[in-house]
């Protein structure tokens, strides 16, 4: 058991153990409004196919009668985040209940939600039920490969977008063995929940944050592939902009689903067209240590020289990540693990939950300020549990990705509109919260600066935090 203390902790620290381990964790919340709490992440972890257990708490099946303060509609709350809901009626049935919510999560790849009224957990007659063998992801048919296979073969400028399971080190390979054989070029969602890269892994692209960029990314594209995932769309709406950003005269074949293999429909295809064994890997870029002013830029060039091998990224620095992560490309092998649905306050969850699925790995967090105190909390479990987490804040001290948004629609706002983005009045000091909850931080003003307190704190063991006051 690991102890959070709050419920969005709780569920983004299980969204990142179940993505690096690949088998479920669960959380105890406390009844209707502790759910809540966690919906946010719950948010999250669905757009990320996680298999995450929820064990949520509920009044006594007999004094629901009586409308007691913390009463409420708890399914009605789980199903948008759930594919599976259930509210244990008989403590006879308790095991099977919650043997079926096990096989759920795992066969969904997501969130499962088993609610428990108090008079069950009290009550005797409850059995240990026999674990329930989850479902495997359905098969992609011969015909629909063979038809990717086929168009592949004819296309002029093709393009495969993967994500899910097929972002992993061995499909990966099938995917490089067919853009090298048939001159596709690779590309992954921006949003990937788990994806591994940098030197000597297979190149791709991940697509970009802005519609339009995606949509010039894939300007003449005959042909877009898809493997465990959708054809992209823009984050938000915009006058006068599209949605789909697909091209119009792009033919699409979902060559597999979000709930299908993915990675056996690959090796297939790859059966039919890939003949070649030279494949596009990306090279290892040696970074020298950029110097001067503090900027998103040069903490990323500090970033990428000296991440350590086989380090896991978690990702939630927002616009400051967007001059980061390519930079990070050609970095030594690595984890990279995105922000998926959008709801901030995931970044320091997400990396309790990896540090404990890996902890022969570093665990390297990046987030922004704001973005930090939606789950601040997360630190003080950071320390309690000795994680071994660098966790790099972004300080810009502006919720600087609206004011993006503002300039993306030509807004003009005023003093006062402006004022709501602005988080200077008074000013956060991340590293001072850091160390009232346990865990050794800095916070630096300069990339020289930086660099020797990342330097330092890679070589050490247990939880650091570098608040960057970026210029």
């Known amino acids: 058991p690991v102890l959070c203390l709050f419920e969005g ?35 999250n972890a669905r757009r990320a196919m996680s298999p995450v257990i929820n064990i949520v708490g509920d009044h006594a099946v007999w004094h629901r009668q009586f409308d007691a303060p913390l009463t409420s509609d708890i399914e009605g709350l789980a ?32 969130v499962a ?28 048919d011969t015909a629909r490969i063979a038809a990717a296979a086929r168009a592949l073969n004819a296309a002029r400028r093709p393009a495969i977008l993967i994500g899910g399971s097929v972002l992993r080190r061995a499909p990966l390979e099938l995917a490089g063995r067919i853009a090298a054989t048939t001159g596709a070029r690779l590309y992954c969602d921006f949003f990937a929940p788990r994806l591994e890269r940098g030197a000597g892994m297979v190149a791709l692209k991940r697509l970009a944050y802005f519609g339009e960029q995606v949509t010039q990314e894939l300007k003449g594209t005959d042909l877009l592939i898809l493997v465990e995932t959708d054809p992209p769309v823009a984050f938000f709406a915009y006058p006068g902009k599209p949605s789909e ?72 620095s927002v ?11 050609g970095a030594v092998p690595h984890d990279w693990l995105s922000h998926t649905g959008g709801a901030l306050g995931l970044g320091l969850p997400m990396s309790i939950g990896a540090a404990i699925a890996c902890p ?30 660098v966790t790099i804040v972004f300080s810009n001290r502006a919720y600087a990705v609206l004011d993006h948004e503002l300039k993306r629609f030509r807004a003009q706002p005023g003093s006062a509109a402006r004022s709501m983005l602005d988080l200077t009045r008074p000013e956060l000091r991340l590293a001072d919260l850091a160390r009232s909850m346990g865990v050794e931080a800095s916070r630096v003003e300069t990339t ?13 063991r247990g939880p650091r935090l570098i608040e960057l006051a970026l210029g």
């Open 245 to 316: 950003l697909t091209p119009p005269d792009t033919r699409v074949i979902q060559l597999a689903r979000r709930s299908e293999d993915g990675c056996s429909a690959l090796s297939a295809l790859a059966d039919l067209v890939a003949t070649q064994r030279d494949i596009a890997r990306q090279a290892l870029v040696r970074r020298e240590l950029p110097r001067g002013a503090l900027t998103a830029s040069s903490a990323g060039g500090v970033i990428a020289a000296l991440l350590p091998e086989n380090a896991i990224v978690v990702d939630e």
């Open 448 to 460: 020289e600066a930086f660099a020797d307190e990342l330097r330092s704190a890679l070589a050490a």
């Open 319 to 329: 616009t400051s990540g967007m001059a980061v992560e390519p930079l990070c490309q």
């Open 79 to 110: 199903r948008p985040v759930s594919a599976f809901v259930r509210t244990v009626r008989d403590v006879s049935q308790a095991g099977r209940d919650a043997a079926q919510a096990v096989a759920a999560a795992r066969s969904a790849h997501g």
């Open 113 to 140: 939600t088993l609610i428990a009224p108090a008079d069950i957990a009290w009550s005797k007659g409850g059995e240990v039920a026999a674990p329930i063998r989850p479902m495997a992801p359905r098969l992609v």
């Open 360 to 389: 022969d790995r570093k665990t390297v967090c990046l987030t922004g300020d704001g973005s930090a105190m939606y789950t601040v909390q997360s630190l003080w479990t950071h320390a309690r549990e000795k994680l071994d987490i």
């Open 9 to 43: 902790v709780a569920t983004g620290a299980a969204d990142g153990y179940a993505r690096m381990a690949g088998r479920p964790a669960a959380t105890l919340l406390h009844l209707g409004p502790g759910l809540s709490n966690g919906l946010a992440n719950l948010h």
